[in-house]
Nanobody, 117 residues
């Protein structure tokens, strides 16, 4: 079965930066849709960022625009989420999702990001 594994989470103070990685056991070719979601305690999971078509098409929720950047490295089968100027509101478990044609949609187990003073 296809495996999707996130890494890079941790604890940091407001204003800090983290880079999350999402490594897949299957090839990430141009047709695959990749996304980062997050879920804070007591809240529903929300879509944070997505990337499609060779990395040229990206989308972000308003609260992270200008601070977060999603990117992909097809050769390494890896998706990244660079997070800058982190706020306490960004505290959540972050999940990677990759949707392949035919194979379908797969989720990682999540990585915890905690932003606190």
């Amino acid at each position: 079965q296809v495996q999707v594994v996130e890494s890079g989470g941790g604890f940091l103070h407001p204003g800090g930066s983290l880079k999350l990685s999402c490594a897949a056991s299957a090839s990430i070719f141009s047709s695959a849709v990749m996304a980062w979601y997050r879920q804070a305690p007591g809240k529903e999971r929300e879509l944070v960022a997505s990337i499609t078509s060779g990395g040229s098409g990206t989308k972000y929720i308003d609260s992270v625009k200008g601070r977060f950047t999603i990117s992909r490295d097809i050769a390494k089968n890896t998706v990244y989420l660079q997070m800058n100027s982190l706020k306490s509101e960004d505290t959540a478990v972050y999940y990677c999702n990759i949707d392949w044609p035919v194979l379908g949609s797969y989720w990682g187990q999540g990585t915890q990001v905690t932003v606190s003073s």
